[in-house]
């Protein structure tokens, strides 16, 4: 267990508003990414961070933005949700430690209607 | 497009039998690893080989990587019902501003029947 969390764990909203998600991470870890999970596309990275303020662009990165002010919290947002942002987010860590591994959160599903 | 594709999408066995599950990659890698969905949940690391290695074995688990063929392998040996869930294979380029990203596949639904 990597004490990460997500929140919130389930949220609908609607076209046009802007919505946060938080991943929270208990072990100070410097590697930080967001994923999301779409049926028939396996994951796909939207966003990382290595280090606070240090953020960079992933795969699906278009209507997503991050922040990362401190090495605890990693905070993606969808500037104004559309219905193709619905899916199931993944935050996860890297323990470098460990190794090229990563850990993941729970997941957050988001339904955009 | 996705650096991993992994075959069979679905896979349906008893249990007892073992399950194979295959993945090729388009590009050279640091390392190959894999990954473990149960419904609903967050992916859980399963096992790590890295590009200088062959064959590594894990508990019930054994993965191959052949970089010549750009593929790898996943066998799960006298599988259970808790075996069931998705498994995902994911790569690790080369290169110090990969900050340790990785591309997964589409993943492979394995189904143990009692």
């Known amino acids: 267990d990597a004490g990460i969390t997500q929140s919130p764990r389930h949220k609908v909203t609607e076209t046009g508003t802007p919505v946060t998600l938080r991943c929270h991470q208990t072990e100070n870890h410097r590697y930080m990414y967001w994923y999301r999970q779409d049926p028939g596309h396996g994951l796909r990275l939207i966003h990382y961070s290595y280090g606070v303020k240090d953020t960079d662009k992933g795969e699906v990165s278009d209507g997503y933005s991050v922040s990362r002010s401190k090495t605890e919290d990693f905070l993606l947002t969808l500037e104004s949700a559309t219905s193709s942002q619905t899916s199931v987010y993944f935050c996860?860590?890297?323990?470098?430690?460990?190794?090229?591994?990563?850990?993941f959160g729970p997941g957050t599903r988001l339904l955009v209607l | 497009s996705q650096q991993g594709e992994e075959d069979p999408q679905a896979l349906s066995i008893q249990e007892g039998e073992n399950a194979t599950m295959n993945c090729s990659y388009k590009t050279s890698i640091n390392n190959l690893q894999w990954y473990r969905q149960n419904s609903g949940r967050g992916l859980v690391h399963l096992i790590l080989i890295r590009s200088n290695e062959r064959e590594k074995h894990s508990g019930r688990l054994r993965v191959t990587l052949d970089t010549s063929k750009k593929s790898s392998s996943l066998l799960i040996t006298a599988s259970r019902a808790a075996d069931t869930a998705s498994y995902f294979c994911?790569?690790?380029?080369?290169?110090?501003?990969?900050?340790?990203?990785?591309?997964f596949g589409q993943g492979t639904i394995l189904t143990v029947h009692p």
């Open positions: 996860a860590i890297r323990d470098i430690a460990g190794g090229e591994t990563q850990y």
């Open positions: 994911a790569t690790g380029l080369r290169g110090g501003t990969s900050y340790g990203k990785l591309t």
